[in-house]
T-cell receptor
């Protein structure tokens, strides 16, 4: 509906493993942000990518990393998974990197860490 | 203290009721304010921006009080389809679009 697609939709990993989540942004949007939403909480900002570079980061450790590609799609990588990493990971795209407030979210990737 | 605080609810109201949600934020440097709506197991979607002068969109009215660092959302004539979680959101200028979300207030509208 928003044009932002994420994959996979659900996945299960074990502690210590690594995971890569993927996101295709809405057509024409050059900025991608990633958010983590734990059960019963609001989304928390992980980082934002603009023109293939990270241009903002939230309070997440370095084992959370990302990439943005020339077609503006993006990946979120999480190394050394911990139980607390279990959450819904949301990708959001926007037309500009600045402060507009309107983000278009994908349906998310639900990660369970056992 | 959380940066954005909301009453988690749930608010259980009958169709046709008027319901109000409140939200407070801690950072006085916050510059933009929004309400997002999130349906169960779905992604958040922008409901409306919130302006200092207050603004209305149909049955929805949002208010901002910068002095008290307080944001509100009023829903009149509630519909069953209004059942969702309402997320209070603030952001700052600074070259990137970082939104700070509250934990959300759950609304259940019953017949």
């Amino acid at each position: 509906e928003t044009g932002v697609t994420q994959s996979p939709t659900h996945l299960i990993k074990t502690r210590g493993q690594q995971v890569t989540l993927r996101c295709s942004s809405q057509s024409g949007h050059n900025t991608v942000s990633w958010y983590q939403q734990a059960l019963g909480q609001g989304p928390q900002f992980i980082f934002q990518y603009y023109r293939e570079e990270e241009n903002g980061r939230g309070n997440f450790p370095p084992r959370f990393s990302g990439l943005q590609f020339p077609n503006y799609s993006s990946e979120l990588n999480v190394n050394a998974l911990e139980l607390d990493d279990s959450a819904l990971y949301l990708c959001a795209s926007s037309l500009v990197a600045g402060n507009t407030g309107e983000l278009f979210f994908g349906e998310g990737s639900r990660l369970t860490v056992l | 203290r959380k940066e954005v605080e909301q009453d988690p609810g749930p608010f259980n109201v009958p169709e046709g009721a008027t319901v109000a949600f409140n939200c407070t934020y801690s950072n006085s440097a916050s510059q933009s304010f929004f309400w997002y709506r999130q349906d169960c197991r779905k992604e958040p979607k922008l409901l409306m921006s919130v302006y200092s002068s207050g603004n209305e969109d149909g049955r929805f009215t949002a208010q901002l009080n910068r002095a008290s660092q307080y944001i509100s959302l009023l829903i009149r004539d509630s519909k069953l389809s209004d059942s969702a979680t309402y997320l209070c959101v603030v952001s700052f200028s600074g070259g990137y679009n970082k939104l700070i979300f509250g934990a959300g207030t759950r609304l259940a509208v019953h017949p």
